[in-house]
Nanobody, 125 residues
């Protein structure tokens, strides 16, 4: 049984920063692509960022490009999302995910192997 647990969410003012972490247990995910998604109230879940198993390639939604950075630490079985210059529209529950088929599958966001339970990020204006 794989568990992915996000942490690092919270309340921050617009323009501030947060760093989300996602730690996996139950299986080594070093061969899996990993990513982050978010879901705001009343909206569908949307892709935020993805990273290949090696960390050599990253992908971002246009809305976060230049402000967010995804990274991973395979020995720690973890993925991170550094969020800078936060805006009120970034307010959402953020989820991490992993899939053995690669980053392109993460970007599509459907049928992924593993999901975390989510962490709330609230950006005040």
């Amino acid at each position: 049984q794989v568990h992915m647990v996000e942490s690092g969410g919270g309340l921050v003012q617009a323009g501030g920063s947060l760093r989300l972490s996602c730690a996996a247990s139950g299986r080594r995910l070093s061969a899996y692509a990993m990513g982050w998604f978010r879901q705001a109230p009343g909206k569908e879940r949307e892709f935020v960022a993805a990273i290949t198993w090696s960390g050599g390639d990253t992908y971002y939604a246009d809305s976060v490009k230049g402000r967010f950075t995804i990274s991973r630490d395979n020995p720690k079985n973890s993925v991170y999302l550094q969020m800078n210059s936060l805006k009120p529209e970034d307010t959402a529950v953020y989820y991490c995910a992993a899939d053995r088929r690669g980053a392109s599958t993460i970007v599509r966001g459907t049928g992924l192997d593993y999901w975390g339970q989510g962490t709330q990020v609230t950006v005040s204006s």
